[in-house]
């Protein structure tokens, strides 16, 4: 697949954390930095991941550029196919459906955990971040509403209190993410993920356990028959 490179848009905070350290590799920069891209949905499944433009993009030759993609083919993120080079991984819709299902019951984990642990601090940081969304929604920067959107869920990930947990949850995010944020696109996606999150804020901050489970499994549990007739459309 050949398409002109997007505009890459500034690293939103949780990118910023996600970042590689200092000392890492060059290859190690490289992965992450193209991992970010995937995320974000800059780069889509089933493109092809350029090794020439990449190595010049980042100053380097080709062979930390190979080296990453075997990194991020390990992670499951693309996939190497010989003398055809990388491109990012397709998946089939029932693989995105059944993923999406593990997700829905971690994401509601951490709700869970986070109604039993959720400071103050971080009660006020959710609902900072909720309410930069709610403006959010008013306009048309799906980009925008999604690295919000983005934020408040890393925000319940840290209320669990539970970094191992957080981890996995973010891993198997990552890798649907182009999934995930192609539904931002789907009508009435701003008002819905809206009402979805102040029920899932109301759970937490009431310390109710299940309804926090609940709110959040249903919220991310995206298993309608419209949602496997969109993610088949990728394939």
């Known amino acids: ?33 193209l991992a970010r891209e995937i995320a974000s949905g800059h780069l889509v499944p089933g ?20 080296e ?21 991984r397709k998946m089939s819709a029932q693989t995105v459906i059944e993923m999406f299902e593990v997700m829905a019951e971690m994401e509601g984990l951490c709700a869970r955990l986070a109604s039993r642990r959720v400071t103050p601090q ?11 969304l709610v403006a959010a929604s008013g306009g048309q920067d799906v980009d925008g509403f999604y690295d919000i959107n983005q934020e408040f869920h890393e925000a319940i ?13 973010r891993r198997l995010r990552n890798r649907t993410a182009a999934y995930r944020r192609r539904v931002t696109f789907q009508p009435n996606r701003f008002a819905n993920t809206l009402t979805e999150h102040e029920q899932v804020m109301a759970a937490i901050f009431a310390h109710d356990e299940e309804k926090a489970h609940a709110t959040m499994r249903d919220h991310v549990n995206l298993l309608s028959d419209d949602m496997r007739d969109f993610i088949a459309s990728f394939q």
Do not use: C, W
């Open 68 to 88: 990453a993609f075997r990194l991020l083919a390990a992670n499951e993120m693309v996939e190497l196919r010989g003398r055809m080079g990388a491109t990012v």
């Open 47 to 66: 493109e092809r991941l350029d090794e020439n433009e990449i190595a010049t993009r980042f100053a380097v030759s080709r062979t930390p550029v190979r």
């Open 1 to 33: 697949m050949s398409r002109s490179a997007p505009a890459r848009s500034a690293p939103t905070a949780s990118a910023r954390r996600n970042a590689a350290p200092p000392s890492a590799t060059h290859a190690e920069k490289i992965r992450d930095h």
């Open 122 to 132: 971080l009660r006020a940081r959710v609902e900072e971040i909720h309410a930069r």
């Open 157 to 169: 990930y840290e209320a669990a209190g539970n970094l191992y947990l957080a981890e996995q949850t």
